[in-house]
Nanobody, 118 residues
Framework: QVQLVESGGGLVQAGGSLRLSCAAS????????MGWYRQGPGKPRTLVAT???????DYADSVKGRFTISRDNGKNTVYLQMNSLKPEDTGVYYC????????????WGQGTRVTVSS
């Protein structure tokens, strides 16, 4: 079992910045990749960024150059630094963790809401 707790969401003006945090606990040894997804109003949940155990990163095209995903292994925490925020970045941001083994499984945090005003 893996537990994920997100924090750092809030209300920010367009052009501003936020840093989201995701703290992982439980059976963290089996985690292969962690990442951030978001779900805007009336939209499906989509990939924002991922980071693997080897620190390989991937980003959605819409956030490249603006968002940076990083991890602190000592704290078992993943961060998402969001700069130059746009109103279209508004949504609930979810932390995810994919565990390896015989069967892969994706865990999700409770989500943290980000609202970007014009």
């Amino acid at each position: 079992q893996v537990q994920l707790v997100e924090s750092g969401g809030g209300l920010v003006q367009a052009g501003g910045s936020l840093r989201l945090s995701c703290a992982a606990s439980g059976s963290i040894v089996s985690i292969y990749v962690m990442g951030w997804y978001r779900q805007g109003p009336g939209k499906p949940r989509t990939l924002v960024a991922t980071i693997t155990t080897s620190s390989s990163t991937d980003y959605a095209d819409s956030v490249k150059g603006r968002f940076t995903i990083s991890r602190d292994n000592g704290k078992n925490t993943v961060y998402l630094q969001m700069n130059s925020l746009k109103p279209e970045d508004t949504g609930v941001y979810y932390c995810s963790a994919v565990t390896g083994g015989y069967f892969q499984y994706t865990y999700w945090g409770q989500g943290t809401r980000v609202t970007v005003s014009s």
